[in-house]
Nanobody, 127 residues
């Protein structure tokens, strides 16, 4: 069992930056998990944002955030981060941290392949 707690959301203006954090706790080794971020806007499906495969693995991004968002992880702190720069109004959503194991590359964008989810943190980009 893994408990995920997100923080760092808020209200910002277009062009601003935010850093989301996700602290993981549980008996399993954090470094073995694929850690991801998804988001869900009102009336829309949950969509993939970014993922960091198990420690030492690669990172992947949705085209809509590539070049603006960066996912990183600190295995010593059991924490994954999402640095969001040049935020746009269309980035407004609830952002969810997620963790899973045994996720193959072709499945990293599929929310159904992840095992654990945080409660979400609201990000609002508005002038």
């Amino acid at each position: 069992q893994v408990l995920l707690v997100e923080s760092g959301g808020g209200l910002v203006q277009p062009g601003d930056s935010l850093r989301l954090s996700c602290a993981a706790s549980g008996r399993s080794s954090f470094s073995t998990y694929t850690m991801g971020w998804f988001r869900q806007a009102p009336g829309k499906d949950r969509e993939f944002v970014a993922t960091s495969r198990r420690s030492g693995g690669n990172t992947y991004y949705a085209d809509s955030v590539k070049g603006r968002f960066t996912i990183s992880r600190d295995n010593a702190k059991n924490t994954v981060y999402l640095q969001m720069n040049s935020l746009k109004p269309e980035d407004t959503a609830v952002y969810y941290c997620t963790a899973g194991t045994g996720i193959i590359l072709s499945d990293v964008r599929n929310p159904g392949r992840y095992d654990y989810w945080g409660q979400g943190t609201q990000v609002t980009v508005s002038s």
